[in-house]
């Protein structure tokens, strides 16, 4: 007997031996005298053959096995299976923890399941076979993401802050207020921006990360609620093509060695600019697929050249006093086109930003721009967006870091949950996600936000505005 556990996608080389495993009771078929029984582990699924002592198993229970790898008979081959070929005889079993009855169906995709459920039951739901391969891949997405950068293109992994400042950036903050200085309030990052950008400052050039991103924004199916996560990415001493092309080699070669059914339509990926796109498309995010029926095609492009400034509205007050014609198309540190620069005066709505947008599919999952690195010209941007003298203080920090020798540089941020939704043709990002909010802004399994007790505001200075 080896002792040692066996993982079920070991078995094939284990005929003739006695093997220890240990898994969740996948289905249970009871024939009188022999009960066959599909036990599955993290690697895999594989049928045991037993006796009437097994009839007590249920559906998820918890159990070791003991036993001897056997060949199938021929004509009872699985070619479904990976080891279809091969079953375990079982000498012995311990039952380790009794499962009672699922809330819901572990068989099939789980989609046709009321999402809150599913949300709920979410450690059940990742079971699911669609569910545990999806959050696999995403794992493997991430790690021939960071192999690449490190080891291929030289790039540093640095973490930044969770708790930060509040700054006019694009959304509503998560606010945290500060215990040891009541009255003050942490912001959850919407995104590095600044810290990317104070990392080159510093001299390191090629920096990334996976970034935790945070943002009150409603959610949509290809927009989760509240957080999610990016591949943040900033480069000093370059130009908008050299982002460009290493986001296309990288994807282009995790896509042939990750996803080998999938094709790419077309090589080297289109660059389209954001006028032709909406003159010829009707959208900044073009779908480009020959055929979108086609599952396993995959339609890149980069929309360039988009608009610096767009006509400021209602919408865009949070950008500045709400007084200003103008608000930022991509954000505030977008640069403008070396050969608009003149028009930054007269005409700014004429004016192209180095902004790129990644779009697959017909969805945006990614962006980035050179920055500005010209402490003069960001100060005319805040001007023309309307910026008062309070709001451009929240942002003294970068602009004096850019009085102490700062490289040109640039970056981009594709959304992880967004372009591996795309990849795997899911209908929403939350079924790329291990433990997703809801639309309504809850989290799985934890019944988050809840209440807070009298003692915890008091601490805080918090007092709580009758409704």
Not at 69 to 95: A, D, M, Y
Not at 356 to 369: A, I, M, R
Not at 432 to 461: C, H, N, R, Y
Request: glycine share 6%.
């Amino acid at each position: 007997m080896d002792k040692k556990r066996t993982l079920i996608k070991e078995l094939a080389e284990k005929v003739g031996k006695k093997v220890v495993l240990y898994g969740w009771v996948d289905s249970v078929r009871d024939h009188g005298k022999v009960v066959f029984i599909d036990l599955r582990d993290r690697s895999g699924l594989v049928q045991l053959v037993g006796k009437e002592e097994l009839k007590g198993l249920g559906m998820e229970d918890v159990v070791e096995i003991r036993g001897l790898v056997k060949k199938r008979p021929e004509k009872l081959v699985n070619p479904n299976l990976f080891t279809g070929k091969v079953e375990v005889e079982v000498e012995k079993h311990l039952l380790l923890n009794k499962a009672k009855e699922l809330p819901l169906p572990l068989s099939g995709d789980g989609l046709d399941i009321e999402e809150k459920v599913r949300i709920k039951y979410r450690y059940l739901d990742l079971r699911r076979k669609r569910m545990a391969s999806n959050i696999r891949l995403r794992s493997k997405v991430v790690q021939f993401i960071r192999n690449w950068l490190i080891e291929k293109e030289d790039f540093v992994e640095i973490e930044t802050p969770i708790l930060t400042k509040t700054t006019p950036e694009g959304a509503r903050d998560f606010l945290v207020p500060a215990r040891l200085q009541p009255g003050k309030f942490y912001a959850l990052p919407q995104s590095p921006q600044q810290y990317k950008q104070l990392l080159m400052v510093a001299g390191f050039e090629r920096y990334f990360q996976m970034a935790r991103c945070f943002r009150d924004e409603d959610a949509r199916a290809d927009r989760a609620y509240g957080e999610f996560t990016q591949l943040d990415l900033e480069m000093s001493f370059v130009e908008q093509n050299d982002i460009l092309e290493l986001i296309e080699e990288m994807f282009t070669k995790m896509i042939e060695t990750l996803f080998p059914e999938k094709k790419i339509s077309k090589s080297p990926w289109p660059r389209i600019s954001h006028k032709e796109a909406m003159s010829k498309y009707g959208s900044d995010k073009p779908d480009l697929r020959k055929n979108k029926k086609d599952k396993d095609e995959l339609a890149f492009a980069w929309i360039i050249d988009f608009p610096l400034f767009v006509a400021q509205s209602k919408e865009d007050f949070f950008h500045g006093s709400g007084k200003a014609k103008f608000a930022p198309s991509h954000h505030m540190f977008t640069a403008p086109h070396p050969e608009d620069l003149k028009l930054l005066e007269k005409n700014p709505l004429r004016v192209r930003g180095l902004q790129h947008d990644l779009v697959l599919n017909g969805f945006e999952v990614g962006g980035g721009s050179i920055r500005i690195s010209d402490p003069r010209i960001q100060e005319k941007v805040f001007e023309l967006i309307g910026f008062s003298k309070k709001q451009k203080e929240q942002f003294a920090h970068l602009l004096e870091a850019f009085t102490y020798g700062v490289p040109p540089h640039g970056g981009i941020a594709p959304g992880i949950d967004r372009l591996l939704m795309v990849i795997l043709g899911e209908p929403s990002l939350r079924e790329v996600m291990a433990f997703p909010t809801t639309t309504s802004g809850k989290t799985s399994i934890m019944d988050a936000p809840s209440s807070a007790s009298k003692k915890q505001l008091s601490e805080l200075g918090i007092k709580l505005a009758k409704k």
